[in-house]
């Protein structure tokens, strides 16, 4: 099945810094999104990005599907962005209404 | 428009019983898939539900069911619950739009996290 690979695994950063995750993807994709799940465990969507590029404040997201990634940019980053980072991808002629997950990074932001 | 509800948010069950799950999907959606997320396994497809046919299956033992209703709420059941079956369960719908331009962003609920002691 399609790979999912996030980096880094962990990233620590001081309030106001700026970070790139990573989202690799062994296989084309139908519907690639990121999420961010609160410490309730809900995901929040932020982005819908099977391709190209979207910027939702200090946040922004680029996909370039021919070379299977995708990456999320944070800038000026604040201590409420932390928490755990996921990318999920649905296959190009996979199962409908199922996403693959990476493992997530973990994001901390210290004041 | 309401997001995704899902009740009971908590649960505490012990082996061998059986739980159901609720799902009440964004209105106007048609597809509900479920997933469970465990710190070891992290986030895994468990099914997906559409105009109540079950369309896709994860990799899941039997126990594990799910059903879809007219309005497009789903539950989800688990029998003889083990220990293992601990996690956060989380439900997610869409429009499932399939036209000349695919759309399938999928919206999450807060998820019902089950203890089995």
């Known amino acids: 099945g399609i790979q999912v690979e996030q980096s880094p695994p962990d990233l620590i950063l001081q309030e106001g810094a700026n970070s790139t995750l990573r989202c690799n993807f062994s296989d084309s994709v139908n519907n690639l999104q990121w999420f961010h799940q609160n410490p309730w465990g809900q995901l929040i969507n932020l982005f819908y990005i099977p391709s190209g590029t979207k910027q939702n404040g200090r946040l922004s997201a680029t996909t370039v599907a021919t070379e299977r990634y995708s990456l999320l940019y944070i800038s000026s980053s604040q201590t409420t962005d932390s928490g755990v980072y996921f990318c999920a991808v649905e296959r190009n002629g996979g199962s409908q209404g199922n996403l693959i997950f990476g493992k997530g990074t973990k994001l901390s932001v210290k004041p | 428009k309401a997001g995704v509800t899902q009740t009971p948010r908590y649960l505490i069950k012990t082996r061998g019983q059986q739980v159901t799950l609720s799902c009440s999907p964004i209105s106007g959606h048609r597809s509900v898939s479920w997933y469970q997320q465990t710190p070891g396994q992290g986030l895994q497809f468990l099914f997906e539900y559409f105009s109540e046919t079950q369309r896709n299956k994860g990799n899941f033992p039997g126990r594990f069911s799910g059903r879809q209703f007219s309005n497009s709420r789903s539950e989800m059941n688990v029998s003889t619950l083990e220990l293992g079956d601990s996690a956060l369960y989380l439900c997610?719908?869409?429009?499932?739009?399939?036209?000349?331009?695919?759309?399938?962003?999928?919206?999450f609920g807060p998820g019902t996290r089950l203890t089995v002691l």
């Open positions: 997610a719908s869409s429009l499932a739009l399939r036209t000349v331009i695919s759309y399938n962003e999928q919206f």
